[in-house]
Structures are given as structure tokens and as C-alpha cells.
């Protein structure tokens, strides 16, 4: 996985936590920058309606030109997703300045920030990403 990440094939986004007892804190995701090689590894290069991966797909997807945004407009953000041991999840977590910017990628599902993450940390923001919002989110170089 090392040689991999200094390959610049994938790239590790690691468990945000503040040390509550709740919190997953050693963990991480991996994500890849390349979909095609991604796909090419588990051999499906079906379309989107009959992926049964679509929703790891578009959070891929999102994170990476998520990423591309920021790096184009110089902005630096530590980036994570967090988990808590009874399994409430926020794909993805932008923090600068101390402030908490979270998003949920949803390629057609409704959902709500988890109550405890909103509880934990009340002055975050939150976002579900959709298609429809998807222009608006890449597009955005602030975080929240």
C-alpha cells in the first residue's frame, strides 16, 4: 500500500476524532486517483446502472475533484472522514481555520447529518452531495 500511495495511485484518508469514546480514531479509507485504474483492477467497466459499486464510485469521484478544486485555488484543508463505533459516518471532512465542513456523497439517497457528529462539534457545517450539487461543490474553494 506504501508503494502505492508514493505512486500516486491511491491515497489514505485517515479517521477524524477528538478522542471521544464514540469515535473511530485508527482507521482510514483508501481511495484511488485514478477511477479507470481502479476499475481495471476489479475488472467492471459496466455503466453506472449496473454498477453495484456506483456509491463508492461517486464518493471517489467527489473527493478526488473535491481535492483538484482546493489545489488549484491554493487552499490548504486537513482532510478525513469519521466514524463512530455504532456505525454513524460522514464520508468526508474538511477542516481549516478550526472549523469542520462535512459531506455526505449520496448518488440518489436523502440522508441527515449524524446527530452526535452535530452534538460534538455544533459549529460545523454539512452537506449532502448529490449530482445536482455537485458542480456547486467542486466549484467552491472555502471550506463549509
Known sequence: ???????FIIFRLRAFSRNLRKEIAKSFKVYFYDLGIRNTLIQNYNALSQRPDLGALWENFCIIERMKTLHYHR???NRYFWRTYDQQEIDYIEESGGVLAGYEFKWNKKTTVPKSFVETYPNSTFQVITPDSFEKFVREESVG
Not at 1 to 7: A, G, Q
Request: net charge neutral; charged share 40%; aromatic share 0%.
Open 1 to 7: 500500500m506504501d508503494l502505492l500511495e508514493k505512486s
Open 75 to 77: 487552499k490548504h484543508v
